[in-house]
């Protein structure tokens, strides 16, 4: 509980933590609760689960804390079969910014540089193996490690003004890790571009170079992404996380490989229950009437 509640606060409880020895002060408890507000908002309904950056004044900063709000979120009964989609949302004007650059200070050693880097790495590569689709719903600006969350993404839903931009290269820290998820949505000419130049890209140049999935009006940015998320729940958890950890297998494959992996997965797939009641469904014209589950047909 108290790790959980520290991952949800903006500051560190400095105050509170100065002293193991000494238990917080007169009032100081009192105080602490008015100045802890979540870093990261999650709801959850109809299958869908809502996670929030929820730092605009820190242009949501992807902060340590930060970091481990949106891992804890993200894992949060993740296996359930009430969990179908995850949306990865924003407050403010700034869907994310990156990195807070107070960590990265030579105030703090190699060490907690390095800890800044592997979790943020960590919180990436987790988004492509959780079971379930997780969209990125962007409204503004996402820079740095914020553009590469919305690449990491499984699908990306962008509002007309929103932008992408690898700036580190201009404060001389240059976006080597944005640069394995952009090298993996975009073309390499577009994507070092971004990285050479820190210019931004626009919208509808995201939506054309593949990095985002779909460009809308503001207004109907909600709608959009939700339409995408009910379609999503319409299908059986198990198949699609079955499809969804073999196209990330195979796309690092060559063609022999791929197609020797991705054969055996659909056959594999026929044997689960609702690889049989999908079939028999559509002969017999009905809805399927989906498990979620991993077991076999017996």
Known sequence: MAAARLCRLRRPLTAAFGSAAAGPGPGQEARVEAEAEALTLRRQAGGV???VLNNPRRRNALSLPMLRCLRQDLLHDAKSRELRAIVIAAEGPVFSSGHDLKELSSEDDVKHHSQVFE???EVMTLIQKLPVPVIAKVNGLATAAGCQLVASCDIAVASEKSQFATPGVNIGLFCSTPAVALGRSLPRKVALEMLFTGEPLS???ALMHGLVSKVVPEDKLEEETMKICHKICESSKS???LGKATFYRQITQDL???YKMTTQVMVDNLTLRDGQ???EAFIQKRKPVWSHSQEEKK
């Open 256 to 258: 022999d490989t791929a």
């Open 239 to 241: 198949v699609l996380a």
């Open 119 to 121: 979790l943020c790495a």
């Open 277 to 279: 009641e999908g079939i």
């Open 203 to 205: 919208a509808q140049e």
């Open 49 to 51: 689960r809502t996670i």
